[in-house]
DNA sequence: GTACTTGATGATAGCGATACCATTACTTCA
DNA sequence: TGAAGTAATGGTATCGCTATCATCAAGTAC
C-alpha cells in the first residue's frame, strides 16, 4: 500500500505531527528531524493524501469548471486561460463539458458539491440552469458566470457586450448594402442569444429596415449542422436573405456548409459574419469576418475573480466585468450583388 | 454549515448506517425507515463527502487527463470523447493541460498521485516524462498513454500509425510531381515526431529522392509562430522546397501563415500537407490535405481501456490500440508549378 | 422449547491527515 | 531565585463517511 504520514514519521523517529510540520513548511522543526522526515519522504516516495488533507482542512484546492462546449474554440480559450491562472495560484482546475445538457450539469454541479472544489467557474446551458446556482449558493461555494447571465441571477460575472458586438457586426453589413439580413440564432433562454437577437433588431431598426420575423432561424450554438439545415431554410425563402449573422463561429461553420452545398459563394452570393473568432482557422486562412471576444481573458479574469473571492479580499456582492468585443474585417462579408438575382437552387456543390 | 449523514440521521430519526445505506441503495433497511431518511436528506439537501467517501473507499471515481496543449482540435476531441465515456461510465475527468512544460507535467501527476485519483490518461510531453509513469507504477496508479509512447515503456497504448500516416502524405506529395519535400517537425525526444520524420525518410527514399538534412526543420507542435519561422528559413533556402509536409495541424498553420506573408500561394506556390485535421477550419473550408485520425475515438477508446482496467476484467500487460488514419485530400496540396522559379523573395504580403 | 437462520439496525473503529492543546526543556529578566 | 516566555515535540480528537461486527427480534426447523 501507498505510505502514509505514520509510516514516515516510524522511518524518521519523529511523530506524525513532526511529519505534518515539515512537509507543510512550518517553523518549530529543528533543522536535523527535519533533515530526517525529508529524507524518509524521499525514501518512501511518500505523497500527502489530498482527500484526509481536504476532508480536514475544508479546502482542496481546485476549482471546477463547467463549459457547455469544450470543443467550441471560445470555450477551449476559456478553459485554457482559466486554467493557467489557477495552476500559478496552486489550484487546479475539474473541466466538466456538459454539451448544453441539463441533466449533466446538474450532475457536474453536485459532483462539484460532493468534491468540496473551492469554487466554481460555470458558462451555464440557459436560465434554466438557475437551480443548480441556487444550489450553489445555499451550499456556500463561491462561483462566478462566464459569458452567459442568468435571468433573476445577481453575482460575479464575466461577459462581453453582445448587444453592441450584435449591432456592430450586423450595422457593418448594412455599410455594405445588406438590406435582407437574416440572422441564425439559438433558443432565447440562453442570455447571449437573447442579446444578440436585441443587437439585430435595434441595428435594423436604426437603418430603418423592417424586421422580419421569418428572417430569425432558431438553430444551436455547438451543432453545426443544425445551422445549415437552418441556413438552408432560410435559402428557400421567397425572397432569401443576402446576408447572414451567425450568433457564434459554430453556428458560422454551418452556415458556410450549407452555402457550399447550394453552390453559393461567399462573399459574392452571401455575406456571412458572426461572433467569435476560429483561432486556427483564422490564422490557415483570414476568411471570416468576426467580432472577436478575447476568450482567454474570459477564463483569466473570471479565474482572478474567483480567487480573489476565495482570498477574502472582496466585499462586493456581484461584480459584472464586461470585456470588449473587436469587429475584424476579412473577406466573408462583401456588398451584395447589385442585381439580386433569385439564387439558383439545388446547384452541385 | 453543510448537512452531514449525522445531520440527516437525527433528522430522520435512525442512525447514521442507516442513511448510509439508504444512499447507497443497500439492501437492508425497512421501507418507513428508507422513506423517512429520503425525506430528511432532501429536506436539508444533503450531498455526501466525495472526500470522505474517497477516503474510506479507496476509490473517488475520477479520472486525470493529461494533454500537452488542450487549444489543439486534436487533442480538444481526445478529451471530449474520453470526458464522454466517463462521464457514461460515472467517472469525472480531472482536465490538466502541460503545455508541453515538463515541470507543470510533473505537477499534474503529483496531483492525481495524492487527490488518488483512479486512474489516468496521459498524452506525455515527451520521452523525458518516463520518470513521471515510473511515480504512476510504483503508486499502482493505472494508466494509459494517449498519441505518443515512451521509449522503453511498456503499457496501455492508444496511437495513431505516424510512420505509415506520413508516408502516405509524403507519397501523395511525390504523386502529384514534387521532389523537394521539407518537413516542420518538433524535437525527437517525441515519439510521433521521430515516427513521422521516418515515414517521411521511407517516403523519399522508396521514390529515389535524396534525403536533403536541410529540409527538416525543427519546430513546435504547439506554437504556429515557430512552425511560420521555420518555414520562412525553409524558403529562404538557395533551393526552397516546392511543397511542406507539417507534423500536425498547429504547424500547418504556421506554414500558411509564412506563406501568405511571403505571398505565396498555396497549392499554386507551395504545397501543404499534415497531420491531424481541423475541424472547424474544414467545415469551413475545406482546404487543407490531412492525414486525419480520429481524435474523438483515442480519447474514448483510451477511456474504455482505462475502465476496463479499473473494472479488473483485464490481464493482459500492455494493450496497443493503433488507430488507422485517412489521408484527406483536399485542395492545399497540387502539382508544382511546371517551370520553377526561384521564389520571389520578400514580395508584399 | 432449544437452536439456528435471517433481516433490520446500531455501535465502534478506523481511512490519513491536521487543529489544538499539553508537555518538556531552556532562556530571560525582574 | 522564581515567574514567565519560547521553541520543539507529541498526544488526542476530529473531519464525514463506511466496514465490520454486535445485537435483537422474529421466523424456521427439529
Not at 477551449?76 to 486554467?83: D, S
Not at 451543432?223 to 438552408?232: F, S
Not at 451567425?246 to 459574392?268: C, S
Request: glycine letters at 8%.
Amino acid at each position: 500500500m501507498r505510505a502514509t504520514i505514520r509510516d514516515v514519521a516510524r522511518l524518521a523517529g519523529v511523530s506524525a505531527m513532526t511529519v505534518s510540520r515539515v512537509i507543510n513548511g512550518q517553523p518549530r522543526v529543528s533543522d536535523e528531524k527535519r533533515r530526517r522526515v525529508e529524507a524518509a519522504v524521499a525514501e518512501l516516495g511518500y505523497i500527502p493524501n489530498g482527500l484526509a488533507r481536504g476532508l480536514i482542512r475544508r479546502k482542496t484546492k481546485t476549482i471546477g469548471v463547467i463549459v457547455p462546449d469544450i470543443a467550441n474554440p471560445f470555450f477551449t480559450l476559456v478553459v485554457r486561460g482559466a486554467e493557467d491562472v489557477a495552476w500559478r495560484a496552486g489550484y487546479h482546475v475539474i473541466l466538466c463539458n456538459t454539451q448544453t445538457d441539463l441533466e449533466r450539469e446538474r450532475g457536474h454541479v453536485d459532483d462539484m458539491l460532493a468534491f468540496r472544489v473551492d469554487g466554481v467557474l460555470i458558462a451555464p446551458v440557459s436560465d434554466r440552469s438557475a437551480p443548480f446556482l441556487r444550489a450553489l449558493t445555499k451550499n456556500q461555494l463561491p462561483f462566478v458566470l462566464i459569458d452567459r447571465s442568468i435571468t433573476g441571477f445577481h453575482g460575479d460575472l464575466v461577459q462581453g457586450d453582445s448587444v453592441a458586438g450584435a449591432r456592430v457586426l450586423v450595422d457593418h453589413l448594412i455599410g455594405l448594402g445588406h438590406r435582407r439580413i437574416a440572422m441564425i440564432s439559438e433558443p432565447t433562454d440562453v442570455s447571449t442569444a437573447r442579446d444578440r437577437v436585441r443587437g439585430y433588431q435595434e441595428a435594423l431598426e436604426a437603418a430603418g429596415i423592417e424586421l422580419r420575423p421569418e428572417l430569425i432561424a432558431e438553430s444551436s450554438a455547438i451543432h453545426p449542422e443544425m445551422a445549415r439545415d437552418a441556413t438552408l431554410r432560410l435559402l428557400d425563402l421567397p425572397e432569401p436573405p443576402t446576408a447572414i449573422f451567425a450568433l457564434n463561429n459554430i453556428a458560422a461553420v454551418g452556415v458556410a456548409e450549407a452555402a457550399r452545398e447550394r453552390g453559393l459563394t461567399i462573399p459574392d452570393d452571401l455575406g456571412l459574419v458572426c461572433f467569435d473568432d476560429i483561432e486556427h482557422a483564422a490564422r490557415l486562412d483570414p476568411f471570416l469576418t468576426v467580432l472577436a471576444q478575447p476568450a482567454e481573458t474570459f477564463g483569466t479574469v473570471a479565474m482572478q475573480l474567483l480567487l480573489d473571492r476565495l482570498a477574502g479580499n472582496v466585499s462586493e456582492r456581484g461584480r459584472t466585468v464586461v470585456l470588449p468585443g473587436e469587429l475584424i474585417v476579412r473577406a466573408s462579408a462583401a456588398a451584395p450583388a447589385p442585381v439580386r438575382l433569385s439564387a439558383s437552387r439545388r446547384s452541385a456543390s
